[in-house]
């Protein structure tokens, strides 16, 4: 302790009027804090521009008792006379001063001063080998209950039945090194001092001698150890407990349960799942008991047991008994009905022609399952006089739906034809609307997900996904759901969102405020979409319907999300969105340390201990943003003036170089270089500046092979600077747009391969080139003597568009690398990093809309539900803005689709 802290420590305990001692176990009056105003008048002393290390914070109860009965005085006889009272005028410290101790107190090590608190508790220590050792027998003296030690260079470590717990949150204020005795007093405290979670004891028929329990993916949830019998009188006698693996074992003073023993909050909420791992098996012990058995001595049974065996077996056959004779009498009248009789001659006829025609059929069709399956149900249709007897497969059921979500009068008119049997639109309509469309996570559609794509028995990296959010522009409106009894189409944020929504305007109305403004009509959508890293999963999940969502409700959409996705089994690597700056900001918002100039390109796993969460701006998204700065720079609007290494990057070297090639000016035009680029790549149109394709065409390797050819033949070399950067952004583009397995090869293009090493060179030149070469141009453009900040900034890409850039290339490197660590990863595609999934989604909702291409809320409600049904048989429209994914053939799935609950 210092000298002024010991100084201030001195002062505390003294009056500030009258100078006298304190009694510190009395209520302590603080002077500024409710007498200041009395005593300015009262004894002409000015109490707030006292301080702190010269003047005492406090004041004695007879000084207080003299100005509650001078303001009583002057309450009655409302004079404000002064007290007749002298008040000590206080000094600054010096050396001679006589307030603070003439003698200090030799310092203690933290070993040393636990060591004696250690003695007053009761507490075993004793040192071994330099370090101090404190320990708690448990009841009975069987086991070591508690374990402090605290090492020479008072490092320390805590240890509770065998399990070292110095990492746990309860000692996150003590840091790895004990600085002084009274830390080491406050840790021995922490650790002697608290109750001990017993864990669960009351279920031993549950752990079954076994050390761990585990989760349905395989994780640890609870831990079985041995601890002293609490509900024994025998001290010695022992008994198993099972702890969950989040379990504290220390207890707070908050978090002990009311029940007769000390138990933590997560094992108290454990209680609930070992109740049901009970109640299950003594469901399937009953069942075993109720059964009969071959291995097994009745008469060894009681006789209450065997009385319930005879039971349980008469209505079993009484049951096979009541079905069989109603399907004999169901086979018999449809025998009479239905059936023909023929002769012997007209026999052998009909086997031989349907023998021989089977035969031709599958000659001509081979064996495709999807075209077997559909002529089978043709057959079953025809062969049934009432349309609802058949039962259609569920491939058939999910085809149906991907044409009547594209176009109901075009399915109308296929089953109106005489050429295919359909299902009626009112059956798919009951498997369109399983449930009802909800905002946010809907219980019932992570359900469907989970069923549908099997997620229980798909291996571990297949799991690993990410989570795709974008807005999507609707029609503004509202619509009432005869389902739930609502108006649909007022912003929707989730329940965190829509409750600080209201204790917004409950503030306003408590203050006085008017508050006559009306809800929020929603304005766009905001879809999250899961994507597999290693599958082909591609699942919208849930939709919000917003008004410009920010970043701070974005924070409240995309982590439910997650969680919910986690319950399934599915694994959130990174985060993928565009550009825009709330995305970006919500990006910035996940940091860990704040710091100038510092790129967010990650945060800590939420749901995952020891994981990162990575952040990826989408890729195409920032070639387009590129392409328009490019396209800016010296036409269109004008607004950049790129330039690097002393030369021009401008968008009208790109239009000379068209014309060249085109060879307007020759008489033989010839063969051209830019045979895919046209004038529709160079005069763009808003519409146009949407198209990927265009944007990757113009920042190609063939472009700025153009270029040098040009300037090989003129003689010129003005456009290096724009061959430069044209193939930097070229080899950005293929290493971040790998789309398939073997396209690297038709195309004879290195940079386009699976990744497949963690140690790529794709990753070495993106880190230790690409992104040092966008450096260097931003600070020659900084440097550039003679010109405004905004001017040298015009000069190189957006600081939007170089942050986008670097936060999607430090991610992509490192999730790519902890990927491909992984032995059962044989290669990785980084378009499955990006968000064309979801471009393509929005073009199926705009497309199952005909002309009208934007929907309303309820509308997009009840289009999420048929494309989530229809899967793979939704195709998206050729002429988006991006390249449609490649999808891989449905598989021809029989497993039964859920349809619409019927209402009672």
Known sequence: ?????????????????????????????????????????????????????????????????????????????????????????????????????????????????????????????????????????????????????????????????????????????????????????????????????????????????????????????????????????????????????????????????????????????????????????????????????????????????????????????RNFAAQTKTMKEQIQSMLQKESIEIDSEQDELLKTVLSEHENEMKQEIGTNDAFNLLLDEQKKALSVKDGRQNRWHPAIIRFCIAIFQKSSSTYKLIRNSPFLKLPHPSTLKKYMHFTTPQAGINPDVLEFISNDWDIENMPDFKRNVTLIFDEMKIRSGLAYSKGTGKLIGYTDLGPISNELDNFQKRLKQQAGEETTEEPNIATQVLVLMARGIFSPMRIPVAYYPTKNANSHELYHCVWPTVKALGFLGLTVRAFVADGASWNRKFFANHALSKRPGQIIYYT??????????????????????????????????????????????????????????????????????????????????PSLRMRVSMAAQVLSTTVANCFALQAQLKGTHGTDSTQHFIRMFDRFFDSLNVRTKYQWIRNDKPAIKPYTDANDERFTWLLQEFLPWLDDWEQEALQTPNLTLQQKKRLCLSDQTLEGIRITVMSFVELSQELLQNPKVDYLLSDKLNQDVLEEYFSLVRGALGPNSNPTAKELGDIHLNLLVAGSNAV????????????????????????????R
């Not at 170089?657 to 790549?681: Q, S, Y």
């Not at 390249?883 to 349809?899: E, F, G, M, V, Y």
């Open 1 to 317: 302790m210092s000298v002024m802290d010991r100084h201030k420590q001195a002062l505390f305990g003294l009056c500030r009027f009258c100078s006298n001692d304190i009694d510190m176990k009395s209520t302590i009056y603080k002077v500024k804090s409710k007498f200041g105003r009395d005593a300015k008048v009262a004894f002409c002393i000015d109490t707030s521009t006292d301080e702190s290390c010269i003047h005492p914070p406090n004041m004695c109860t007879a000084c207080r008792l003299k100005l509650k009965h001078w303001r009583d005085l002057k309450n009655l006889k409302k004079d404000a006379t002064p007290i007749p009272m002298e008040v000590v005028q206080w000094n600054p410290h010096s050396d001679g001063c006589g307030i603070c101790p003439t003698t200090v107190e030799p310092t203690k090590t933290p070993a040393e001063g636990a060591r004696e608190a250690a003695s007053q508790l009761g507490i075993v220590s004793w040192e071994e080998c330099g370090a101090t050792i404190f320990i708690k027998w448990s009841r009975g003296g069987m086991l070591i209950e508690r374990h402090l030690v605290i090492n020479k260079d008072s490092s320390w470590a805590v240890t509770v039945y065998g399990t070292n717990i110095s990492s746990r949150s309860i000692f996150a204020t003590f840091p790895a090194t004990l600085c002084n005795a009274a830390q080491a007093c406050s840790l021995l405290t922490e650790v002697f001092g608290r109750e001990l979670c017993v864990g669960n004891t009351d279920f031993q028929d549950v752990i079954k001698g076994r050390s761990v329990l585990k989760g349905v993916h395989g994780e640890v949830v609870g831990i079985v150890s041995q601890v002293p019998d609490p509900t024994s009188d025998d001290v010695t006698a022992m008994c198993c407990t099972i702890r969950r693996a989040e379990c504290e074992l220390l207890l707070n003073a908050s978090s002990t349960s009311s029940n007769t023993f000390s138990r933590c909050a997560a094992c108290q909420q454990y209680r609930t799942t070992l109740f049901s791992s009970r109640t299950k098996q003594a469901k399937i012990l009953n069942t075993d008991n109720l059964q009969s058995s071959s291995c097994r001595n009745d008469y060894l049974q009681m006789n209450n047991l065997l009385g319930q065996k005879m039971q349980s077996a008469q209505k079993e056959r």
């Open 604 to 685: 800590k796993h939420r749901y995952l201990r020891d994981a990162r969460m990575y952040f990826i701006c989408d890729v195409p998204h920032l070639i387009k943003t590129t392409r328009n700065i490019f396209e800016n720079s010296g036409w269109n609007l004008k607004s950049r003036n790129l330039h690097y290494k002393k030369q021009d990057i401008k968008w009208t070297q790109l239009l000379d170089l068209w014309k060249w090639d085109r060879g307007e000016d020759r008489t033989c035009p010839g063969f051209r270089m830019l045979n895919k680029v046209g004038e529709a790549h160079l005069y763009l149109t």
């Open 876 to 903: 998206a429209s050729t002429k988006g803005n991006c390249q449609n994914q490649k999808r891989t053939a449905a598989p021809l799935d029989a497993t039964p689709l859920p349809k619409k609950k019927k209402t």
